[in-house]
């Protein structure tokens, strides 16, 4: 009785948040040491951001928050170093309780998402999916990646069509037995969304692994073309199953299949996709499709390549949380665009003597970011080396910034290998060139017209484009 009287306090303390945003969740944290819980839900699908939200314990070790759902789906809840996952949808109320020693193992649940979670952690024990990336391979069809468990990649090579096709569905079977069995009980309130997702959750796996299977092993298994001809009946669009992963992953690689075995007269692989996704999906589904391909579109090709489908994605997008998926691709590909200014920098180079970007106005400059440890960098500026002499006498100046992490390893490597052009190390002390020119990875080059302005970059290093740009650079 005095937990029950607890919990309608402090429900009825965070109800003025609560009318703020659409969910509400509370707990009760037993033997607590930490002293606070944080939520992380992964909005990245729907708008490009991952949000947190923070709750400290009061005296009596019970915490509120509200945040906002949009879609239903999953999200993390971190307890110290441990975590599990909730299923929250909008205009939900969730109440846990758990002792802090045998979290997240034991958790109880109550309020209106109570069966709902309870199902989900029972589910998630008797199927568990290893957290582990590196445990998964990844095999390439055309421009998409196929993500493949190593122990489910051992099935789908050592299992023929009919043995994989039965295993999966044996599987697939026992879930949907056992969200059947729980949903007969007595007294049990499953809500019409979380049984949309965990359908979903059942179906689109055995889909996806499906497809995997005939288009991974389609060679090694002799597949014809009828073992994936489940592909023209299975796709339900679902926008209350956006939430889910595997619908999410399941559309994406449906695109990229179909995409593969259709005439592309678009520009780009990526604008086929896009225009794939508006003419055969629907609804919300469509729509997130379409920002998913136009992002990548934005980070691969050239902006002017990609405009005209942004164009046409901002004026009939009507999802407006959708825009923040391909507004942040798009401020970074014009950041860098043809025709905008390329920051200024300042570093010192090999012989000890500072070299500004601003000195070389009236020159084409190659830029480029690597460092001795990476193999690809290595080659390309021993490419480089057959390459810059083509250019002698003439107004190209071939700058090598290195990011190694030992200045004397840097040195040895520009003298043992008699690495010609313009060698430039960066201090992260001094500088900020990599925050300006945003390196993530080496290698990364760029290439500067003589006004000192981006010019287009061919998007992969080929020493035979890259001397027909820069010739045509030098022309203008």
Request: with cysteine; glycine share 4%.
């Amino acid at each position: 009785m005095h937990k029950l009287l607890l919990f309608v306090l402090l429900f009825s303390s965070y109800s003025t948040i609560a009318q703020r945003n659409n969910v509400l969740l509370t707990g009760t944290i037993n033997n607590d040491s930490i002293g606070e819980v944080l939520l992380e839900i992964n909005k990245r699908y729907i708008n490009n951001t991952v949000e947190e939200y923070s709750a400290t314990l009061n005296a009596t070790h019970n915490f509120g928050l509200a945040c906002r759902i949009e879609i239903p789906q999953l999200v993390t809840l971190h307890y110290g170093n441990q975590q599990c996952q909730l299923f929250l949808e909008p205009n939900d109320s969730l109440y846990i309780e758990f002792d802090s020693q045998t979290f997240p193992h034991q958790i109880s649940f109550g309020q209106r998402a109570k069966d709902n979670n309870i199902l989900l952690q029972n589910y998630q024990k008797q199927f568990p999916k290893d957290p582990i990336l590196f445990k998964y391979r990844q095999y390439r069809k055309g421009i998409h990646y196929y993500k493949i468990h190593e122990d489910l990649d051992k099935i789908m090579q050592q299992n023929s069509p009919t043995e994989f096709l039965a295993r999966i569905e044996t599987e697939r079977q026992k879930k949907e037995s056992m969200y059947q069995l729980f949903a007969k009980e007595p007294g049990r309130n499953l809500s019409p969304d979380f049984v949309t997702f965990l359908q979903t959750e059942f179906n689109y796996d055995k889909w996806l692994k499906l497809l995997t299977y005939g288009d991974v092993y389609k060679g090694r298994h002799r597949l014809d073309s009828t073992f994936l001809g489940f592909l023209d009946s299975v796709l339900v669009l679902n926008d209350r199953s956006l939430g889910n992963q595997n619908y999410r992953d399941f559309i994406t690689a449906f695109v990229h299949y179909r995409c593969r075995h259709r005439p592309n007269t678009d520009p780009s692989i990526y604008i086929q996709l896009y225009n794939y996704s508006k003419h055969y999906l629907e609804g919300r589904t469509k729509y997130f499709t379409m920002a998913q391909f136009l992002a990548l579109a934005l980070r691969k090709e050239n902006p002017k390549i990609v405009l005209p489908i942004y164009e046409d994605f901002i004026k009939e997008n009507p999802y407006y949380e959708l825009d923040r998926v391909v507004l942040d691709p798009f401020q970074k590909a014009n950041q860098f665009a043809a025709g905008t200014p390329a920051p200024n920098f300042t570093l010192t180079n090999i012989e000890g003597k500072p070299v500004s970007l601003a000195q070389f106005k009236g020159k084409v400059v190659y830029l480029d970011f690597w460092a001795s440890w990476c193999r690809p960098c290595m080659q390309k500026i021993e490419i480089l080396q057959a390459f810059e002499p083509k250019f002698a006498g003439k107004e190209v100046v071939f700058l090598h910034i290195s990011l190694d992490r030992s200045k004397s390893k840097w040195e040895e490597t520009v003298h043992e290998n008699e690495f010609k052009g313009q060698h430039l190390y960066f201090d992260p002390l001094s500088s900020q060139i990599t925050t300006d020119y945003e390196i993530l990875s080496v290698p990364k080059f760029f290439l500067i017209t003589k006004e000192g302005n981006f010019a287009y970059t061919p998007t992969s290093f080929d020493s035979k484009d890259l001397e027909l740009t820069l010739l045509k650079l030098l022309q203008n």
